[in-house]
């Protein structure tokens, strides 16, 4: 008997959603039309944002931001090397070196007491991770920023829906970004946003993500250099009906980790993720820690052995300084951010969406204990 396939991801997608897309493909407004705005409104209310403005990706929208920042070439931004390569990629791309900050080994996010001994005067902003749907220290890291007079990025890509003290993830920064690849907690297939409640940085990302146009200037007219990293209205509208659900969405995924929680918690073996005081989290994965005497090839057997079972799973992380052309430009090696590799060892991702049941929950821990 072949047992059920349990994906690590899955998105969450009903009628709502496909009704709201075929709309769009029925009027002739399939981009720039009026759901790239009702879409930014209704994101910018959700974060409490000023503005908000779409673009084809969440490494787009970093990138916007990066440029539109005047960040480049000879400049640092400070950020976590335990985080989806285009958190660091990002300054890469425009020329500045991403300098990294080793994590706290409990919330999984860069350590805000370790920050101020990376800035220099080269450094101009801060980005730190809201990883796995924890929200960083922002009191903290808003001290840090304030005081050396740096810009504060949030990459919220995956805390949508998520609160630190009451407030959501992407309001706190100058600026916060999102993604909706389908494994988020919404998707528009693709797609990403930068939320903020600076005019004058919403309005040049606008200009940058649409060729270098200005508001009224025609189609033919660029003052400056930009990329097309425009969203069309049929993601939009996508995204503006994910963003209705986002309560149910987010009830849906609490319920499942909760099952995760009550069976693994107790799990002397490995540890679970420790929330921050203050944060209310909407989880995009759920990852476990195995133990220190588990190392990387017993890991990895492990998530060898669960994907022959059927059960979706992955090493969420891979530290982003051991990749190969980090390693080439800047020289890193192991041992250079040990709490981010004693980390990055040891995770698996296990199947987290809607559609897990108990008696799956039951049978992925199952699974997973009989390897260890
Ligand atoms: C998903 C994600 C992004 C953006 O990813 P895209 O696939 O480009 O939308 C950026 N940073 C983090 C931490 C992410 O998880």
Same mark, same amino acid.
């Given at each position: ?61 970093? $990138? ?41 080994? $409990? ?136 963003? $209705? ?128």
């Amino acid at each position: 008997m072949t047992e059920k396939q349990l994906p690590l991801a899955r998105p969450n997608i009903t009628q709502v959603e496909i009704d709201a897309v075929v709309a769009v493909l029925e009027s002739s407004d399939l981009s720039l039309g009026p759901k790239l705005p009702a879409f930014e409104e209704a994101f910018a209310d959700q974060c409490r944002r000023k503005h908000a403005v779409a673009c084809s990706s969440g490494t787009c929208a970093l $990138h916007l931001l990066i440029r539109a920042m005047g960040i480049r070439d000879g400049d640092e931004v400070i950020t976590t090397p335990f985080s989806f390569i285009a958190s660091a990629n990002c300054a890469l791309i425009e020329g500045a070196k991403p300098v990294f900050v080793d994590i706290d080994p $409990h919330t999984w996010n860069i350590d805000p007491a370790r920050i101020e001994a990376a800035v220099t005067p080269k450094t101009k902003a801060i980005l730190p991770v809201d990883v796995f749907g924890q929200m960083v220290d922002m009191d903290a890291i808003l001290d840090i920023a304030h005081r050396h007079d740096l810009r504060m990025i949030e990459d919220s890509c995956e805390a949508l829906g998520s609160t630190y003290k009451g407030k959501p993830a992407g309001s706190f920064g100058d600026a916060g970004v999102f993604g909706f690849y389908p494994n988020k907690q919404i998707t528009t297939g693709e797609g990403g946003m930068i939320v903020t409640d600076d005019a004058a940085l919403a309005r040049l990302s606008r200009s940058l993500r649409n060729q270098g146009r200005d508001g009224n200037g025609g189609w033919l007219a660029h003052p400056r250099l930009g990329f097309n990293y425009r969203i069309s209205d049929i993601n939009c509208a996508l995204g503006i009906a994910q963003l $209705h659900r986002l309560t149910e969405i987010a009830s849906e995924r609490t319920r499942v980790y909760e099952l995760y929680q009550t069976r693994l918690g107790p799990e002397k073996r490995l540890t679970l993720q420790g929330l921050r005081p203050g944060v209310t989290p909407n989880w995009f994965v759920f990852v476990v820690r195995l133990a220190n005497r588990y190392n990387l090839a017993d890991r990895d057997r492990i998530l060898v052995s669960l994907r022959e079972k059927g059960i979706g799973c992955s090493n969420y992380f891979a530290p982003i300084h051991l990749q190969p052309f980090y390693v080439e430009e800047f020289g890193y090696r192991r041992g250079d951010f040990p709490v981010c590799e004693a980390l990055a060892d040891r995770t698996v991702a296990l199947p987290f969406h809607h559609e897990l049941s108990s008696e799956d929950v039951d049978r992925v821990c199952g699974e997973l204990r009989n390897q260890l």
